[in-house]
Each structure stands twice: as C-alpha cells, then as structure tokens.
C-alpha cells in the first residue's frame, strides 16, 4: 500500500514531442505529489508538484495531471527540449510526516 | 545546489572497511535525511533527523548508522562495507514544519569492492 508505481522506465522523444509519464499509488492518506528532476551527476530537484484538491497543475511546458478516484498522476512536458534529458521521479507524502515514497524513475531522453 | 554539500563525492573502499559519508547545509533547516539510489528502486530512506537529538530509522537502515553533530552536520556510516552497499547516497534537507519538499545534496557515488 505504501508503494508508487512509475511508468515507464525509459522514455525516448523527439524534440517538440510531448513527453509522459504515470505513476499510481495505493494508500489514501498520501496528499501532496510532487515530481523531482534529476540529472547527472546532480541531486533529484523539485520541478512541480500538486495537492489532490485540483486535477491540473500547469507551469510552463510541466503539467501535472492528477485523478484522485484512480489514484493516478502523471507529468506531460510539452514541447520537450534535449535539455529536458534527465530522470524524473514521482513521490507521494502524507503532509506532517517524514516519509517520502518515491517512484522508481523514469529515464528520459530528448533527441535533437 | 551548494546549500548542501556532499563529502565525498565519489569513494572506492573495500569489504569490511567502515566508511563515513558526510553532509553539511547552510539552508538554516532541522531536518536531514539519508537516501540510497540504486537502478530500477528509486530513492529509499536510511536515516532521518529532525533536530539534533532526534535520529530514526527509514525503511533500510541495517548496516549504517548515523551522527548528528550539528543542526548543519548529518553524517552516515557504513560499520562493514559490504558489495551490495555500492550505491549513490544523498543527504537531503527540509524546514521545520514542513516535509514537503526536500532539497537535495548533489550525492556521493560509493563502490564497494
């Protein structure tokens, strides 16, 4: 119940592709998913992240889609750019609590 | 992100040697964390600290250990490295009050032989 699935593992696009990824969870309770970028030789950054209040966050190319009742999420990067190239993680916390529960990690890679 | 700081930054050590990996913040905040990064798992919590006498375990914290000797300063140990502790390690931090966002160190590529 504690888990966040993440799909998939490895994703290629074209440039100006739309680039997505999905992850779903299990346990109820978690109300803040937030979506971390990494590259690198880097730490994992955050990029964007949504509350289960709204459906939709967007900034800029980044748009979180949120479906509370099939407790799925995904991130859409629009117009991807080979700078986009990096692995993302999605995550679900219970606000007031430590505990992060991260995806597995999606591998992206934006040809030119 | 230089508001935490990794050392070091890669290391090579050999089975049964203890091993000490430290992080150091200028972000001002109480709580630290220890992750572990292997391919296909994602990020798993070792250790947590939200002040400086207060340390717990995460989800894998057999065979580390951990000292908090500052609110800046949040070091883990490996007692007796051993093969399959070859991973990427990140320290993180987050304010008081909040855990919802957590900012990374840049992370220390260890090699177990």
């Known amino acids: 119940q504690q888990q966040v699935k993440q799909s998939p593992q490895s994703l290629i696009v074209q440039k100006g592709g739309i680039s997505i990824i999905n992850c779903a969870y299990e346990?109820?309770?978690?109300?803040?998913f937030p979506w971390y970028q990494q590259f690198p030789g880097k730490g994992p950054a955050l990029l964007i992240a949504?509350?289960?209040?709204?459906s939709e966050k967007k900034e800029g190319r980044f748009t979180i889609s949120f479906n509370k009742s099939a407790k799925q999420f995904s991130l859409h990067i629009m117009d991807s750019q080979p700078g986009d190239s990096a692995t993302y993680f999605c995550a679900a916390i219970t606000s007031g609590t430590y505990k992060y529960i991260f995806g597995t990690g999606t591998r992206l890679k934006v040809l030119a | 992100d230089a508001d935490v700081t990794q050392t070091p930054r890669n290391r090579i050590t050999k089975t049964g040697k203890r091993i000490m990996l430290e992080c150091s913040q200028t972000k001002g905040h109480d709580r630290m964390y220890w992750y572990r990064q292997d391919p296909g798992l994602g990020l798993r919590l070792i250790y947590y600290?939200?002040?400086?006498?207060?340390?717990n375990k995460g989800e894998i914290s057999d065979g580390y250990s951990v000292s908090r000797q500052a609110q800046a300063k949040f070091s883990l140990s490996l007692e007796s490295a051993i093969p399959n502790q070859t991973a990427l390690y990140f320290c993180?931090?987050?304010?008081?009050?909040?855990?919802?966002?957590?900012?990374f160190g840049p992370g220390t590529r260890l090699t177990v032989l």
């Open positions: 993180a931090t987050s304010p008081a009050g909040s855990t919802d966002t957590q900012y």
């Open positions: 949504i509350r289960p209040d709204v």
């Open positions: 600290s939200f002040d400086v006498k207060d340390i």
């Open positions: 346990n109820t309770a978690f109300d803040y």
